[in-house]
């Protein structure tokens, strides 16, 4: 199963912008479902059986069948079907059921990337209400995910995080250990923690037109802006940080001796890479290590591991889901005692972190033994310990419509320009020209988002 993101964000970006504007567009009515809830439990009182529908994309479904047990033994009068597909099409869905006010499902899945276009919507429910009352979850989330589900003037929160991608640097040791370089995750860390570093570790594994040290090097840069804070509070664009001039140096010196396939990391060719051994690295969220269990390369266990990324680049986070309630939904009591239950009980994130490799946003959960397991997949290492501790330091961002569309002009605008030949400075420069180009009209959309709001004082 693949899991496209960005190109799945690119071609979502036009249908879903006008989610964010359709205050008014959506009923906002009550539940029609004859179940009474307790506000504080969700627990139903008739012995009516009710049915909900849950969508989204893989591996979500199957981190949900795995904890259903535990639902239905605590509501065993809601009965839950699914409706899952690809990435692109469940949210291309979701876009046209909201607008259009019909066929929504009772609970669907968002990808964190795409929530600031979701956040001002009447479309979905707010969860501060009652008898939902969201906001007793909140000092029990990782506050930089659990801020993303909030609308522009902070009075509506619309999205349950689900779970946190921590970026991290996967590996394979079979390879490090042919090139006699260390397997540790520790070692490799500290060899890799500069630049050189980076550079000595991809020469030594690289094999012109054999093997790679990554399947794009632009994604060390972009892991630079995983958090998507491209735009501050007043709007401003703001790509120049610091390291970023080295960090492009480093990614045209890989790029220019052939160290990378310059192909996607969601390419067929990546893929076939990681499984074969002709890729030794690729930085992402830690959920990549479920795709590479179950989907890329499940004979993998024990030519794998995971340390931090290189470099010294700031920690970030990487992707994440968010559940959330269309107002559409006759069942809305019924969704909320599915979302609380699955997002907001220890037992049900950690069943599920252990069927797909979701790390669970949801803090509670990291005080279960589970997280200082060996995991065999990974040789021995105990990574769900390693991946909340990476989390420690990452803080809220400010988010915007234009976020996407940023994300992935940086993808398109970088390889383009070492394509090209150019120097860092100049890539830099042809980035902010891009990013500005692309996002002048959602611009345009985000100010008058944040004037609805009484929050623009420009």
């Avoid at 150019?422 to 008058?448: K, Y």
């Amino acid at each position: 199963m693949k899991k496209q993101l960005k190109k799945n964000m690119a071609i979502c970006l036009a249908c879903i912008t006008s989610i964010s504007l359709l205050a008014g567009c959506a009923s906002s009515g009550s539940n029609t479902s004859s179940e009474q809830t307790d506000a504080d439990t969700g627990n139903t009182s008739s012995s009516e059986t009710v049915t909900i529908t849950v969508a989204g994309w893989p591996s979500g479904d199957d981190g949900f069948k795995a904890a259903l047990d535990g639902f239905h033994e605590k509501y065993p009068n809601i009965e839950v079907e699914f409706d899952f597909t690809d990435n692109a099409s469940h949210h291309q869905k979701l876009n046209t059921e909201l607008v259009s006010g019909t066929g929504a499902p009772d609970v669907a899945m968002i990808n964190g990337g795409y929530m600031p276009q979701y956040v001002n919507s009447s479309a979905l429910v707010n969860l501060l209400d009652e008898p939902y009352d969201a906001g007793q979850y909140a000092d029990d989330f990782v506050a930089s995910e659990w801020q993303i589900g909030y609308s522009a003037d902070g009075k509506r929160l619309v999205g349950i995080p689900w779970d946190i991608g921590a970026c991290t640097l996967f590996y394979r040791t079979d390879i490090f250990e042919e090139c006699g370089l260390p397997t540790d995750p520790e070692e490799v860390a500290d060899l890799m923690s500069t630049w050189d570093g980076v550079l000595q570790v991809a020469e030594a594994v690289s094999i012109p037109n054999q093997r790679w040290f990554m399947p794009n090097a632009v994604d060390l840069y972009q892991l630079m802006f995983y958090d998507r804070d491209f735009f501050d509070e007043n709007l401003e664009l703001h790509v120049e940080r610091d390291g970023d001039l080295e960090c492009l140096a480093a990614v045209k010196t890989l790029r220019d001796n052939g160290y990378d396939m310059n192909t996607s990391m969601w390419s067929t060719e990546a893929y076939a890479g990681y499984a074969q051994g002709s890729v030794a690295c690729v930085a992402t969220g830690c959920w990549f290590g479920g795709f590479l269990k179950q989907d890329i390369d499940p004979d993998g266990a024990g030519h794998w591991a995971s340390t931090r990324i290189p470099a010294g680049l700031p920690q970030c986070s990487g992707g994440g889901s968010f559940l959330v309630i269309p107002e559409q939904s006759e069942h809305k009591e019924e969704a909320w005692a599915f979302i609380s239950y699955m997002l907001c009980t220890a037992d049900a994130q950690n069943t599920m972190f252990e069927a797909i490799d979701y790390l669970p946003a949801y803090t509670p959960a990291w005080e279960d033994p589970l997280y200082q397991e060996k995991d065999a997949y990974f040789g021995g290492q105990v990574t769900k310990a390693f991946w909340t501790s990476l989390l420690s330091d990452i803080e809220p961002k400010y988010h915007t419509i234009m976020d996407v569309s940023a994300n992935d002009v940086l993808d398109s605008s970088v390889n383009a320009s070492l394509h090209e030949g150019l120097e860092p400075e100049a890539i830099r420069e042809r980035l902010i020209s891009d990013i500005q180009q692309a996002t002048a009209e959602s611009m345009d959309e985000q100010i008058q988002i944040l004037k609805d709001a009484g929050v623009w004082n420009q």
